[in-house]
């Protein structure tokens, strides 16, 4: 088996294109409370919403089976969080990841918005004690990347993490 182990959000250091990346108070908020610092620099990282078109080509290029999502709990205070579902150039969706810089170039995302929870996750050791926003994020991400989300992320303890031992998609992947 090989593990996708991810935030509920995406995080870059370095340049490059970064379509999902939010250069405002959202980024910074998820910098902040992500603690989305270098560890050795201790330079900020570049914070933006969950990018599925590049988590799914990452999913292609190394055949993860299985994704742990981490720090879902970051979005806790939130009214709304997104996941952004696909990449447009020209006004239309593309249908393929883009394969070099200046493919990037132009592109815009559409986004799904989903209302956030608004209540303090990092106790909650079971799946279906979830605020009910947050269980569904969870599993549109799941049923969108294709891929069982096993493990949550609800907070910075060692024992803040919740197995999901059997994972019934929303629907099934062909």
């Known amino acids: 088996e090989m593990f996708l182990c991810h935030e509920g959000y995406t995080t870059k250091v370095g340049d490059g294109p970064y379509p999902t990346e939010q250069i405002n108070e959202i980024g910074e908020f998820l910098r902040k409370e992500g603690h989305e610092f270098g560890v050795t620099t201790g330079r900020p990282r570049r914070c933006g919403w969950f990018d599925l078109p590049a988590m799914k080509y990452t999913t292609m290029v190394n055949g993860y089976t299985a994704v742990a999502m981490t720090k879902i709990d970051i979005f806790d205070k939130m009214d709304e969080v997104k996941i952004g579902v696909s990449y447009l150039k020209n006004g239309a969706k ?72 059997k994972v019934d998609f929303l629907w099934k992947k062909n």
């Open 94 to 165: 593309m249908d393929h990841y883009p394969s070099s810089v200046k493919q990037f170039e132009g592109i815009k995302v559409e986004y799904m918005t989903l209302p956030g929870w608004k209540t303090s996750i990092s106790d909650i050791r079971k799946f279906e004690d979830l605020p009910q926003n947050c269980r569904h994020y969870i599993l549109i991400v799941e049923a969108m990347l294709g891929l069982p989300i096993r493990w949550v992320g609800v907070g910075p303890s060692r024992d803040a993490m919740i197995f999901r031992e």
